[in-house]
């Protein structure tokens, strides 16, 4: 048991004003945006604006995913799923990951089936 003062504050999404990257929309698990291994610099995300990618892994292929670039004190987190299974839900994922400024960080999914697998990642 104990006793604590609760401090309850509304603020605007400082995140709004981001401008869209290249890949937009890519908002959810419908406009995925299909990727295929490289570097892709300058993207954005926030709060209200996920960036979805999907990915196809051939069979016992592993596949990672790395952020940097990120202030000090910045933390974003990745989340894989297949998008034929309640993608979106953060329930069923395959993996997690995140990723914290300024060190980065990121995930990795192998594809442990016969056949190809298609992933959908949301940052």
Same mark, same amino acid.
């Given at each position: 048991?104990?006793?604590?003062?609760?401090?309850?504050a509304? $603020?605007?999404?400082?995140?709004?004003? /981001?401008?869209?990257?290249?890949? #937009?929309?890519? @908002? @959810?698990? $419908?406009?995925a945006?299909?990727?295929?291994?490289?570097?892709?610099?300058? /993207? *954005? $995300?926030?709060?209200? @604006?996920?960036?979805?990618? *999907? !990915?196809?892994?051939?069979?016992? #292929? %592993?596949?990672?995913?790395?952020?940097v670039? /990120?202030? $000090?004190? #910045? =933390? %974003?987190? !990745?989340?894989?799923?297949?998008?034929?299974?309640?993608?979106? @839900?953060?329930?069923?994922?395959?993996?997690?990951?995140?990723?914290?400024?300024?060190?980065?960080?990121?995930?990795?999914?192998?594809?442990?089936?016969?056949?190809? =697998?298609?992933?959908?990642?949301?940052?």
């Open positions: 048991c104990t006793t604590y003062d609760l401090t309850v509304l $603020a605007p999404d400082p995140c709004q004003a /981001l401008p869209p990257d290249a890949f #937009e929309p890519n @908002d @959810d698990c $419908a406009t945006t299909p990727l295929v291994p490289g570097n892709f610099a300058g /993207l *954005s $995300a926030g709060i209200a @604006d996920l960036d979805h990618f *999907s !990915l196809t892994l051939a069979p016992s #292929e %592993v596949v990672s995913f790395g952020v670039g /990120l202030a $000090a004190g #910045e =933390r %974003v987190h !990745l989340y894989a799923w297949d998008p034929n299974v309640a993608c979106g @839900d953060p329930n069923p994922t395959f993996t997690s990951g995140y990723a914290e400024g300024p060190a980065g960080g990121g995930m990795y999914l192998a594809n442990t089936t016969t056949t190809p =697998r298609t992933i959908v990642v949301q940052i």
